[in-house]
């Protein structure tokens, strides 16, 4: 394995949990600076992306969910974008100076919300052009599971009709992109007018705000036989209501974690999926985005020490993705 002067550093800043609990537990603390495997490429984090899910990790949900023991103190962020600072000996794709961005949940070595991460080089990747580090740093996580979501679950086809709802959000921006790239007509169901101008900008068909009553009347306006399918990033009663849209023998995605589980009507299939990651996935998902001008839209960037405010952000109405820049 190649070094450079600064990945030798022992020991590197992080917002690093000493247990699991809330906002008050993401502490900066000094850690052990992680080591990149024969498989594994050590990255200098420029930014990371603070996931919906995040909280939910931070509270202990994930290694319980995904039976991990976890060691402490434990570095949270499934998702960053840095400089490759390390490749280990099996690495051929990469080198030691890469832009990259990369996504691995319940990462043993440590998560992203530090100065260095080490990830497995497949799940990593040269930034697609025209993105910045901090648009880098939320995209993998939410740009592979909206295009599992359109292409492997819904298989939507080119003309077909999709609803995106949830279209303002993390994984909903950037399925309202995809969709329109695979061919399809997209018909997006935001939050707030604000979320029906943005998804309008990224070029929806149609937009209506789901917490408005008016969603099923533009759906049928939009649609009169029916939507041909639907990718579902929240869940609720105004989802179920909305799912009516769909027509006969449709077809309803969502990724596992959207509560509560979307309901669909009658005749129409309904699959919980999740997103994944690996060099075929990220490949497909660069070669969309590269295709043409595409938004990964930052809401708002934090300083890394800022991480709690970063989580409180969260849970309020936002547009697209946070980021924390490390520097
Ligand atoms: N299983 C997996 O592989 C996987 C991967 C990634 C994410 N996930 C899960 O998928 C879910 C979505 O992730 P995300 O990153 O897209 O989260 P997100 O950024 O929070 O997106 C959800 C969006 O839905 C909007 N929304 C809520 N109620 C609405 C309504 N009635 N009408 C229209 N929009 C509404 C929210 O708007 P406001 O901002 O106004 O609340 C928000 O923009 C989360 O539960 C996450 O944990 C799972």
New binding site residues.
């Given amino acids: 394995m190649t070094q450079t002067k600064k990945a030798t550093e022992k020991s590197m800043r992080a917002i690093a949990l000493d247990r699991f609990g809330g906002p008050e537990t993401l502490k900066v603390q000094t850690v052990p600076t992680p080591e990149a495997g024969a498989d594994e490429i050590l990255i200098h984090v420029e930014s990371a992306g603070v996931?919906?899910?995040d909280p939910?990790e931070r509270e202990g949900g994930f290694v319980e969910v995904l039976g991990i023991t976890p060691k402490f103190p434990y570095v949270l962020g499934t998702d960053g974008a840095g400089t490759v600072a390390a490749v280990g000996k099996n690495v051929k794709e990469l080198k030691e100076g890469d832009r990259v961005y990369a996504a691995e949940l319940g990462n043993p070595k440590g998560g992203f919300y530090a100065q260095y991460a080490v990830v497995n080089a497949d799940n990593a990747s040269l930034i697609p052009s025209g993105l910045s580090m901090d648009q880098a740093a939320v995209l993998p996580?939410?740009g592979l599971?909206a295009l599992k979501g359109l292409e492997d679950v819904l298989r939507l086809q080119p003309d077909e009709s999709v609803m995106i709802?949830?279209?303002?959000?993390?994984?909903?921006h950037l399925a309202v992109q995809l969709a329109k790239r695979l061919g399809a007509r997209v018909f997006a169901?935001?939050?707030?007018e604000d979320?029906v101008d943005f998804v309008k900008r990224l070029g929806a068909d149609a937009a209506v705000?789901?917490?408005s009553d008016n969603v099923l009347d533009v759906a049928r306006e939009f649609a009169t036989d029916g939507i041909d399918a639907a990718l579902v990033?929240?869940g609720?009663e105004?989802?179920d209501r909305a799912l009516s849209a769909i027509r006969l023998d449709g077809r309803v995605a969502y990724?596992?974690?959207?509560?509560p589980q979307p309901k669909a009507p009658h005749r129409v299939s309904l699959d919980a999926?999740?997103?994944e990651g690996g060099r075929e996935a990220i490949d497909r998902l660069n070669e969309l985005i590269e295709a043409g001008p595409f938004e990964v839209h930052l809401h708002r960037v934090f300083p890394l020490e800022q991480a709690a405010a970063a989580h409180a952000a969260?849970e309020e109405?936002?547009?697209g993705?946070i980021a924390l820049s490390v520097g």
């Fill in positions: 996931g919906a899910w939910f996580s939410d599971t709802f949830g279209a303002s959000g993390g994984i909903g169901v935001a939050s707030g979320g705000d789901g917490r990033t929240a609720g105004a989802t990724p596992n974690g959207v509560m999926y999740d997103g969260l109405h936002h547009l993705k």
